[in-house]
């Protein structure tokens, strides 16, 4: 060891030179320094210089270990040297991409966010949300069995995640990244508030050589494949532009950077979907009559020997069948004793409602498939627009040189409309998943600020900022269809409430249209602000072998969100069970049930109803503050061993209400409304703030040879939880702002209430001096929590034990232990569903003593999870112009809910342990880019002809290949009468093998192997993810050549393919195993497509 050895360390991007010198132990540190290209310089008197170049990586540590050599006359020792592939100090799992790796690779859309599903450990989450709100495209992502809500965003060191939706406010331009990091496990304590994968994204500075970029890339449906299901190629026309431009402001001082992106869209798509045929219309339901039912309680496809009778309408009999219509007006209230329809004798042919009638003139008729086909019968084609526009601007000064402040401002822009399958008015699903119109307005803004006090004293200090701001609403406002066809009730008047009410008929022969999240993903209207501000001040001190760094983070948030979670002119479904006899389907035990949800929906008879309305009277908004602390040491123990270990803190202050009313909460003793601020009531609704938020992070890397590190790691992390800031938008979304009138049924053979009369009008709400107010009845509650003392902060403790070997100096392999639990993790239970058991559902619910006999739901911490996984990372930097990384994982995850969302059954948590919806069992991704070795410069043919050389020399194939196997999936069934209860997602008992021995998308499972429960009053045997879909293969691969313009300057051309050999990547079947598409699959797997080829320009200047 040297000590006081001079060093000086240069950013020979920026002309800036940092000095210090090593301490006793000959160790030496500069911190907080931008990524990039920087030199060492380490002097000592009567020792050879040594001259070291190296890359420097976004939170990463670049080791520089000087041999001093005793000094000969005019010796230098030099070394350069690429970012270190080996990790000497720290337990955490990561990845990094340079700007420059970034940009070789072919990505759809160019979608920063894609390259996250890279790292082992990632997977694409098996739903997205909305298009509408999250046009920047946002992927969701589930890291190491940790739901996508878990993730967390920084951009240039602030944050850039949106509390409410879980996914990056601001999707960086590829030309604007200096560099990107993903880690997934065993943070530094500097980091919180994240249990999944924390992305680093760092915009590029400006440096004292003038560069920049243009750039286009165009799509269409020449270079396109085709839709594999209805065999039609949508047509398409996408077009991204931009570029940047980078230089000194003042050499060596003062410098700026500015990026563009633009992108236009014009999407054409198609769909097959159901509408009804002309029988249906006309009320001849006779092609959806099944087995005969024996009184045995067997089927026949024949008449029975000893058949069971029913009376029908008419006033005669005929024998009972599945699938048989019955009048819901004759009968008993608990479904027995019911007349079957018929006409001259005919079972199934039954009246139409006239307003349902004309509702369904509004819908085109079929044009697919064969005459008579009551599913799968229409194909449409539409186009989507979208536009979004994309700026980033940065300055960055050097004060001096121990000073140095930057500035940076992102604004992004997006418009998007797009029709549902059946028309604008209509509407019903879309081939773009949503159906609309939507504008989104994202802004981010960071401040830092560096101080080097001392050689081994460094402070900065970051301020950051950013607005999400949404606006959606669906086609056809201010018309008023319902009202038109004669059905009262529904459109109110208001702008709010015009547009196509949802109508989704479950079942055989079932079918959706109008607006709403379940039909085309349209929230819709929507009005979403979240703005979010933070101050944060990092110190760093060399003490001898120790890093210490210590710190806190402060953030302050407002989110206003007012959507329509149920469409505000109302959401009407329609089950079997209304047009069923209970005492026919007592027989058979639900084998074979009677009753048809169309024929319901024919009568106007639904089985449930749901709708928002907005107080008056009441300003909403959220308002919370979070305080974050840390102080942690690594410890250079020997020259083997370094030791981390470092301590968080984390307090989640309770939110609160910006106004008087404007969140309120349900108080389950008394079924009273808690309005936030007004009288007796505190602004936080009197929730108590969690104070015990201390976590650990512990850490130990040694090198067992010259060539071998072992690292470990442990540690807890805390994460606020889904849907926003611990409560989310869940305040917000209750009386006296938000109003969520349901109509339910007091069995599954009543209808809700009658379509042809309406619902009853809601009521504005009256809040007392006091602050509470009466729950009006039929109107949902969808946050409390109670007792207010127990909220616990959502709680994963993490592990991982690595090995990591070196094979040559640009080559290393990783292998991994990776896993981590998850306790007091978020769920919104329904917490007023009925008890399974004999009569009707309302005196079984436990808040019928206070008269609520409508869904209520609460808010627990009380699921786990757990995930245990094999990881594998291959590293090859670049050498003879190949360069990739390969990473396997071999995995589990396992849940009880799918990502806090409410259990289906609240009275059996324990049987809905099992695989998350996630869960892919392997994953194999490979990213490379390989230097062709033909043409000048390389090492075949390196002499050919300039012109033959500009036709097949110097090309670069790059690509990312991902493999997975299949997800895990649920069966349900829709019908279960000995189960007597109200919630969804029912599973069945299994009686056979599920498996078919040559799975496809025509039958990818059995559903005769599943039965309705047969035990009274228990959910089914079936478990949770007891199914397998289909594996996925992605090949995205491109070819690409620069073309020398002058000196400088280089014309890039690019040839994408995506999903290059065209693989139907299969989404998952109907799971619902009474469908008569149970095991049928009708489309792509989430965020696939056929293959897309991408042609691309980028000049470089």
């Known amino acids: 060891a040297i000590p006081s050895a001079e060093v000086t360390i240069r950013d020979l991007d920026r002309g800036l030179s940092y000095e210090t010198k090593t301490n006793t132990d000959g160790n030496y540190v500069q911190t907080h320094l931008l990524a990039g290209h920087y030199e060492v310089q380490v002097r000592a008197p009567g020792f050879a210089e040594f001259l070291a170049k190296v890359v420097v990586q976004v939170d990463a540590t670049a080791r ?140 590029k500075s400006g440096t004292n050589q003038v560069h920049g970029t243009l750039f286009e890339f165009l799509r269409n449906s020449a270079l396109n494949a085709a839709d594999p299901f209805s065999g039609l190629k949508p047509p398409i026309r996408w077009n991204q ?126 044009n697919f498939g064969s005459p008579g086909d009551f599913a799968n019968n229409y194909v449409s084609g539409a186009s989507e627009k979208f536009d979004s526009d994309q700026y980033d601007g940065r300055v960055d000064w050097n004060i001096s040189s121990k000073q140095r402040l930057f500035g940076r401002y992102t604004i992004a822009d997006f418009t998007k409309q797009s029709p549902g399958a059946y028309g604008l008015i209509p509407g019903g699903p879309s081939p773009f998943g949503f159906a609309g119109q939507s504008l989104v307005r994202n802004q981010s803004f960071a401040l830092g600020w560096t101080y080097t006090l001392s050689p081994t004293l460094i402070t900065d200090f970051r301020f950051g900022a950013f607005r999400y701001r949404v606006f959606v609403q669906p086609n056809g406002i201010g018309t008023t269809p319902a009202t038109d066809a004669g059905l009262p009730g529904l459109n109110l008047g208001t702008a709010g409430t015009s547009g196509m009410p949802a109508f989704t008929i479950d079942g055989n022969g079932g079918f959706a249209f109008g607006y709403s999240l379940g039909v085309n993903q349209c929230n819709c209207p929507l009005r979403q602000i979240e703005n979010h501000f933070q101050w944060v001040n990092n110190w760093t ?60 929906f024919l009568l106007g008879k639904p089985s449930s109803f749901d709708r928002f309305f907005t107080g008056i009277g009441y300003t909403p908004g959220l308002r919370q503050t979070r305080l974050f602390f840390f102080g942690e040491d690594t410890w250079r123990a020997t020259p083997k061993l370094t030791l981390s270990y470092g301590l968080r803190y984390e307090n989640y202050l309770p939110q609160t209400a910006a106004h008087p009313g404007g969140a309120g909460m349900f108080d389950p003793t008394t079924g009273e409304m808690l309005a936030a601020g007004i009288g007796s009531v505190p602004a936080n609704m009197g929730v108590k703030a969690y104070n015990r938020g201390f976590v650990p992070r512990l850490g130990v890397a040694y090198e067992w040879r010259p060539k071998t590190v072992i690292r470990a790691g442990y540690g807890h992390s805390y994460n606020p939880s889904a849907l926003g800031a611990i409560f989310g938008e869940n305040p917000e979304l209750n009386p006296p702002i938000n109003n969520p009138q349901v109509l339910s049924q007091p069995n599954a053979y009543t209808p809700a209430f009658s379509l042809l009369t309406g619902p009853p009008l809601p009521v504005n709400p009256v809040v007392g001096s006091d602050g509470r107010f009466p729950l009006q009845s039929n109107l949902s509650v969808f946050f409390y929590f ?85 990881q594998v990372k291959l590293q090859k930097r670049v050498a003879h112009g190949l360069d990739f990384l390969a990473t396997y994982t071999w995995s589990k995850a396992m849940t009880h809910t799918e990502g806090g969302y409410s259990y289906d059954n609240a009275y059996d948590f324990k049987g809905v342990y099992g695989p998350a919806g996630w869960d892919h069992t392997h994953a194999l991704t490979l990213v490379h880019a390989w230097d062709l070795p033909f043409g000048k410069g390389r090492r075949w043919a390196s002499d050919m002809h300039p012109v033959v050389d500009g036709v097949i020399g110097g090309w670069r194939f790059s690509g990312i290949t991902t493999l997975l196997s299949g997800p895990a999936f649920t069966p349900s069934i829709s019908f279960a009468p000995l189960l007597n209860t109200d919630f969804s997602g029912v599973r069945p008992d299994i009686i056979g093998n599920p498996h078919v021995s040559s799975p496809n998308r025509g039958l990818w499972f059995n559903p005769n192997a599943y ?55 299969l989404g998952l079947p109907d799971a619902t195993v009474d469908d008569s598409t149970a095991g049928v699959i009708t489309g792509l797997v989430i965020g696939a497509t056929m293959r897309q080829m991408q042609l691309g320009l980028h000049f470089h200047f």
């Not at 959806?288 to 009778?309: E, K, M, Q, W």
């Not at 890093?547 to 009407?572: A, C, N, T, V, Y």
Request: proline share 7%; aromatic share 10%; charged share 15%.
């Open 1011 to 1065: 039965t309705a429960p047969q035990q009274p009053f228990s959910d089914g045997t079936a478990s949770k993810g007891s199914l397998r879909g289909p594996a996925e293969y992605v090949f995205d691969l491109s070819l690409s050549k620069d073309f020398r313009i002058a000196e400088g300057k280089t014309l890039e051309f690019r040839w994408e393919n995506f999903n290059a050999f065209n693989h139907t990547n």
């Open 541 to 600: 001190k060399q003490s001898g072998n120790h890093m210490l760094k210590w710190g806190m983070d402060f953030r302050r948030g407002q989110q206003l969100r007012i959507p329509s979670d149920d469409h505000r002119s109302g959401e009407s479904e329609f089950t079997e069970g209304v047009t069923g006899d209970a005492g026919v389907d007592l027989v058979t035990n639900g084998s074979a049930p009677t009753g048809l949800a169309l024929a319901s």
């Open 786 to 870: 109670f007792p207010l003392d127990s909220y616990r902060v959502p709680m994963v403790q993490f592990w991982n034990v690595s090995v990591q070997h070196q094979f040559s100096p640009d080559t290393t392999l990783d292998i991994a232990y990776v896993g981590n639990v998850g306790r007091h993790l978020y769920v919104n239970p329904a917490t007023n569903q009925a008890v399974p058991g004999p009569g009707d559902l309302d005196p079984r619910r436990p808040f019928f003593k206070l008269g609520i006999t409508w869904p209520i739901f609460g808010v627990c911490n009380c699921d786990t999870s757990n995930y245990n996984s094999l």
């Open 64 to 203: 520089v270990d000087a041999a001093l050599t005793i000094q000969k006359a005019g010796t230098e020792v030099t070394v350069t040297a690429e970012a270190p592939l080996m990790k000497m100090d720290r337990p955490e799992v990561s990845a990094n991409l340079t700007g420059g790796e970034i940009d070789k690779l072919p990505v759809l859309d160019r979608n920063l966010t894609q390259l996250i599903l890279i790292m082992p450990g990632a997977q694409e989450n098996g739903w997205q949300h909305a298009s509408s709100e999250n046009p920047q495209g946002g992927i969701q992502i589930d890291a190491n069995g940790q739901f996508f809500f878990s993730n967390g965003f920084l951009l240039d060191g602030t944050e850039n995640n949106s509390s409410i939706l879980g996914i990056a406010v601001v999707v960086p331009n590829f030309d604007s990244m200096e560099e990107f990091k993903v880690s997934t496990s065993n943070y530094d304590a500097e980091f919180g508030s994240v249990s999944g994968a924390l992305i680093h994204a760092t915009t």
């Open 241 to 366: 532009f931009g570029g940047s431009f980078a230089g000194p402001l003042r050499k060596d001082k003062l410098f700026g950077f500015f990026d563009y992106q633009g992108t236009r869209r014009r999407t054409g798509g198609s769909l097959i979907s159901t509408v009804p045929n002309a029988a249906e219309r006309s009320g001849d339901l006779t092609a959806f009559l099944g087995d005969y039912i024996c009184a045995d309680g067997t089927t026949s496809a024949t008449p029975c020997a000893i058949p069971v009778t029913v009376s029908t309408t008419e006033g005669g009999t005929t024998a009972a069948r599945a699938g048989l219509i019955f009048d819901p007006s004759t009968g008993n209230p608990d479904g027995t004793g019911r007349s079957a329809f018929t006409s001259g004798g005919q079972p199934n042919i039954i009246p139409v409602a006239g307003p349902i009638a004309n509702l369904m003139n509004s819908l085109p008729m079929p």
